[in-house]
C-alpha cells in the first residue's frame, strides 16, 4: 500500500513591505533581500513516497519561491525525507543531494536541476552578459531591462524565446536546434532577458551567443568546460594573497606574470576572488540563525485522506511533543485515530494547525507546554 505524505513547514513571520515610490534599482535589490529572507526561513518538513515535482510546488506556493526544475529532471520520482527546524535554502540543498540534483540562485528564483547545470548557470548567465559590453544604450537596456513572464500550458518553448527577444527587438538566429517540447504552465518572476533567455535554454544544454551589437541571438550547444577569464594588476600586498586565493577558490587557475594575475574559473570563484583581492572576506554560504523563542511560529500544511492518528503522532515526534489520546472519551463517543482527515492550511499558529487537524475528526485537544491530550469533541 503506497504511503501518504504530509508537509508540515515552520516558517518565521516576517512583515516585508515595499514603498511604491522606489526606484526601478531599489525595488530590485528589496526584492533580492526579500528572496534571501525567505531562503533563510527555519522549516520542519517530512515527505514520504511523494513526488519531488508535487514537493517542489507545495514549497514554491507556501513559501513564495520560484523554483525552475530543469526539463531533464523527473518530477514524478519519490522522496521520501525528514528535516526539522533548518533555513529553507538548505532543505533544498539537501533534497537536490540526495537525488544528485544540484541548485543555483538566478536572482530571485531558484533552479534545480543536474549537478553540472547548476554549476554553470552564473558562469553562462555572466558570459552572456559580458557580451552586451558593445551594444548600443537602447539595445543593452532592452536585455537588461526586468519584466515577468508567464505562459500557458502545452507552450513551446521555441516559440517562448523567439516571442520574447522578438518583443525586446532582438532577432533569433537558429531557433531549429531547440528541439520540440511542451511545457507546463509558468510564470516567473523579474527577470532581464539574458536570464531568462540564459534559463530556457540550459535544460536542453543550450545557450546563447550574443552578437557584438546585441541585435541577434545565435543559440549553440554549451562548449564546455565553461569558465571565465579575469586579468587582474596587483599591488605588493595583494601578491601575497595568492596562497589565499588557492584555499578560497580551489578549483580556479592562477598564473601570474610579473603583477598580473590571470584567473580562469567559474563565475563565483571570480567574485570570492575579487573580494579578497579588495580586502573584504567572501561571504560565507547564507545560513539563517535560529529563531527567538518570542518569535511565533507559522504552519502550513496539506492532507488529504490520512488517518487522524498517524498525523497527530507524525507531528508530535517532528516537533518534541508528548501526545496522549483519551480513549475513554474516544470510545464513549465512537472516535478513532483511523479516521480519515483533510485539510489545506497556510501559515498558522500551533494551536490552529493542531484544531485544522482534529475538528474534521470530531477531536478537540488540550496543550500545557509540550504536553497536548486529544479528547473528543463534544
Same mark, same amino acid.
Given at each position: 500500500?503506497?504511503?501518504?505524505?504530509?508537509?508540515?513547514?515552520?516558517?518565521?513571520?516576517?512583515?516585508?513591505?515595499?514603498?511604491?515610490?522606489? %526606484?526601478?534599482? =531599489?525595488?530590485?535589490?528589496? @526584492?533580492?533581500?526579500?528572496?534571501?529572507?525567505?531562503? #533563510?526561513?527555519?522549516? *520542519?518538513?517530512?515527505?514520504?513516497?511523494?513526488?519531488? #515535482?508535487?514537493?517542489?510546488?507545495?514549497?514554491?506556493? $507556501?513559501?513564495?519561491?520560484?523554483?525552475?526544475?530543469?526539463?531533464? &529532471?523527473? !518530477?514524478?520520482?519519490?522522496?521520501?525525507?525528514?528535516?526539522? =527546524?533548518?533555513?529553507?535554502?538548505?532543505?533544498?540543498?539537501?533534497?537536490?543531494?540526495?537525488?544528485?540534483?544540484?541548485?543555483?540562485?538566478?536572482?530571485?528564483?531558484?533552479?534545480?536541476?543536474?549537478?553540472?547545470?547548476?554549476?554553470?548557470? %552564473?558562469?553562462?548567465?555572466?558570459?552572456?552578459?559580458?557580451?552586451?559590453?558593445? @551594444?548600443?544604450?537602447?539595445?543593452?537596456?532592452?536585455?537588461?531591462?526586468?519584466? *515577468?513572464?508567464?505562459? !500557458?500550458?502545452?507552450?513551446?518553448?521555441?516559440?517562448?524565446? $523567439?516571442?520574447?527577444?522578438?518583443? @525586446?527587438?532582438?532577432?533569433?538566429?537558429?531557433?531549429?536546434?531547440?528541439?520540440?517540447?511542451?511545457? %507546463?504552465?509558468?510564470?516567473?518572476?523579474?527577470?532581464?532577458? &539574458? =536570464?531568462?533567455?540564459?534559463?530556457?535554454?540550459?535544460?536542453?544544454?543550450?545557450?546563447?551567443?550574443?552578437?557584438? #551589437?546585441?541585435?541577434?541571438?545565435?543559440? &549553440?550547444?554549451?562548449?564546455? !568546460?565553461?569558465?571565465?577569464?579575469?586579468?587582474?594588476?596587483?599591488?605588493?600586498?595583494?601578491?601575497?594573497?595568492?596562497?589565499?586565493?588557492?584555499?578560497?577558490?580551489?578549483?580556479?587557475?592562477?598564473?601570474?606574470?610579473?603583477?598580473?594575475?590571470?584567473?580562469?574559473?567559474?563565475?563565483?570563484?571570480?567574485?570570492?576572488?575579487?573580494? %579578497?583581492?579588495?580586502? /573584504?572576506?567572501?561571504? @560565507?554560504?547564507?545560513?539563517?540563525?535560529?529563531?527567538?523563542?518570542?518569535?511565533?511560529?507559522?504552519?502550513?500544511? /496539506?492532507?488529504?485522506?490520512?488517518?487522524?492518528?498517524?498525523?497527530?503522532?507524525?507531528?508530535?515526534?517532528?516537533?518534541?511533543?508528548?501526545?496522549?489520546?483519551?480513549?475513554?472519551?474516544?470510545?464513549?463517543?465512537?472516535?478513532?485515530?483511523?479516521?480519515?482527515?483533510?485539510?489545506?492550511?497556510?501559515?498558522?499558529?500551533? =494551536?490552529?494547525?493542531?484544531?485544522?487537524?482534529? *475538528?474534521?475528526?470530531?477531536?478537540?485537544?488540550? /496543550?500545557?507546554?509540550?504536553?497536548?491530550?486529544?479528547?473528543?469533541?463534544?
Amino acid at each position: 500500500m503506497r504511503q501518504h505524505a504530509f508537509v508540515l513547514i515552520a516558517l518565521v513571520a516576517h512583515s516585508l513591505c515595499f514603498s511604491t515610490g522606489l %526606484a526601478a534599482q =531599489d525595488r530590485a535589490q528589496k @526584492a533580492a533581500q526579500q528572496f534571501q529572507q525567505r531562503l #533563510g526561513r527555519h522549516i *520542519t518538513v517530512a515527505w514520504q513516497d511523494q513526488q519531488l #515535482g508535487e514537493i517542489l510546488a507545495r514549497l514554491s506556493e $507556501t513559501q513564495k519561491i520560484t523554483i525552475w526544475l530543469d526539463r531533464r &529532471v523527473d !518530477p514524478l520520482q519519490r522522496v521520501k525525507a525528514s528535516f526539522t =527546524d533548518l533555513p529553507l535554502n538548505v532543505v533544498f540543498q539537501q533534497l537536490a543531494e540526495k537525488h544528485s540534483l544540484g541548485m543555483s540562485v538566478l536572482e530571485n528564483l531558484l533552479y534545480i536541476g543536474p549537478v553540472q547545470s547548476a554549476h554553470e548557470l %552564473a558562469t553562462l548567465r555572466k558570459r552572456a552578459q559580458d557580451s552586451l559590453v558593445n @551594444a548600443s544604450p537602447a539595445i543593452k537596456r532592452q536585455w537588461q531591462q526586468k519584466e *515577468t513572464a508567464t505562459w !500557458p500550458r502545452l507552450s513551446q518553448p521555441r516559440e517562448l524565446l $523567439t516571442d520574447m527577444l522578438e518583443h @525586446a527587438g532582438v532577432t533569433l538566429l537558429n531557433s531549429e536546434a531547440i528541439p520540440h517540447d511542451l511545457w %507546463a504552465s509558468k510564470q516567473l518572476p523579474s527577470l532581464s532577458q &539574458v =536570464d531568462k533567455t540564459v534559463l530556457l535554454l540550459i535544460g536542453f544544454d543550450l545557450t546563447c551567443q550574443i552578437s557584438q #551589437g546585441a541585435k541577434s541571438c545565435q543559440i &549553440v550547444p554549451i562548449e564546455r !568546460p565553461v569558465f571565465i577569464k579575469r586579468v587582474y594588476r596587483l599591488s605588493n600586498k595583494q601578491k601575497r594573497l595568492l596562497p589565499e586565493l588557492q584555499l578560497i577558490a580551489p578549483k580556479a587557475l592562477f598564473e601570474i606574470k610579473g603583477r598580473t594575475l590571470n584567473v580562469t574559473s567559474r563565475w563565483e570563484d571570480q567574485q570570492k576572488v575579487q573580494q %579578497a583581492l579588495s580586502g /573584504r572576506r567572501p561571504k @560565507a554560504p547564507r545560513v539563517a540563525s535560529t529563531p527567538s523563542s518570542k518569535t511565533e511560529k507559522l504552519f502550513s500544511l /496539506r492532507l488529504k485522506n490520512q488517518a487522524v492518528g498517524g498525523v497527530i503522532n507524525q507531528l508530535a515526534h517532528q516537533l518534541k511533543l508528548q501526545v496522549e489520546w483519551d480513549h475513554k472519551s474516544l470510545d464513549k463517543d465512537n472516535r478513532s485515530q483511523q479516521t480519515l482527515v483533510s485539510c489545506d492550511l497556510k501559515n498558522v499558529p500551533f =494551536d490552529e494547525l493542531l484544531s485544522g487537524i482534529l *475538528t474534521p475528526a470530531g477531536l478537540r485537544f488540550q /496543550r500545557i507546554g509540550d504536553k497536548i491530550k486529544i479528547i473528543s469533541a463534544p
